[in-house]
C-alpha cells in the first residue's frame, strides 16, 4: 500500500528534477560562453598588448609582447600569473583581471 502512495510523489519529484536540470543548462548557455570558446591563460603562452598599460614598474605599449611564465591559482580559479617582459624581466603575480582587461593571446 505504502509503494503505491509514493509512486505518485517519486514521479512528480522526478518530473521536477529534470525541469531545473534543463534551467540550469539554458541558463548556464546564456550566461557564460562554451568551453571551446574560452581559452585559458597557460605557461609558455604569448599575450600581446591591446593598449598602453603599467604593470607596476613597467610600462608597456600596444603590441608589447610577454611570455607566461606562472600560472597562480587560488580556490580552484587563475589569480595572477608571472609574465616574462622582452628584456627577460619577470614581473610576479600580475592580476589575472589586469592581463584578461589588457592583454590578447598572440596568433603566432
Partial sequence: MRSR?????????AGL???V????????DSEEPAVEDKREIAVG?????????NL????LIKGARVNVTKVVVNQGRVSSVDVE?????????????TIRKSFAI???
Avoid at 536540470?21 to 548556464?28: L, Q
Avoid at 617582459?85 to 583581471?97: E, K, P, Q, S, T
Fill in 56 to 59: 607596476r614598474e613597467a610600462a
Fill in 106 to 108: 598572440a596568433a603566432d
Fill in 17 to 19: 528534477a529534470s525541469f
Fill in 5 to 13: 502512495s509514493l509512486l505518485p510523489l517519486l514521479t512528480v519529484l
Fill in 85 to 97: 617582459l622582452a628584456d627577460g624581466h619577470v614581473l610576479r603575480r600580475v592580476a589575472i583581471g
Fill in 45 to 53: 603562452m604569448r599575450l600581446v598588448a591591446v593598449d598602453d598599460v
Fill in 21 to 28: 536540470g534543463e534551467g540550469r543548462a539554458a541558463r548556464a
